[in-house]
């Protein structure tokens, strides 16, 4: 290969990733039922550590969860309505406001056993709320 054929990989290979980046993201949110959503687990360092994402409401009562920047057809993380609650909401402080939506609010959460952070804008928070609570007759939140 000479220099020219390497150069144009070089250029070619990151704009075809990004063009395939895009191509996911429209066809998960052609489905409906999609959210923006940005998500951090736990809380060591103020500001950091968010990943954005799109929340997918699946039925069964579970939130599937994939990063913007993925090629992966398979959600990242999959919470589930049962062991979801909310602790309280904010607004993003400091470094979170560059890292996340302009208009977001933080909602701080325990699945399960394991602490983490959702930040939606107010309409999604609005439905991710409402969605929380359909919970079916029985289920219950864990101790």
Known sequence: MNAVEVLAALV?????????????????????????????????????????????????????????????VRPRRVLLRRELQVLGQRAPTGAERRALQGGAVVLECRAGAANLELALDGPAVTGFLAWLESRPPGATLPR
């Not at 923006?36 to 997918?56: H, K």
């Open 12 to 72: 070619l290979l990151p704009c075809l990733l990004l063009v395939a980046v895009g191509v996911r993201h429209r066809l998960l949110q052609r489905s409906g039922g999609t959210v923006e959503l940005s998500l951090r687990w736990g809380r060591s360092r103020p500001g950091r550590g968010w990943a954005n994402g799109l929340g997918y409401f699946a039925t069964g009562g579970e939130l599937w969860w994939y990063r913007v920047f993925s090629l992966s």
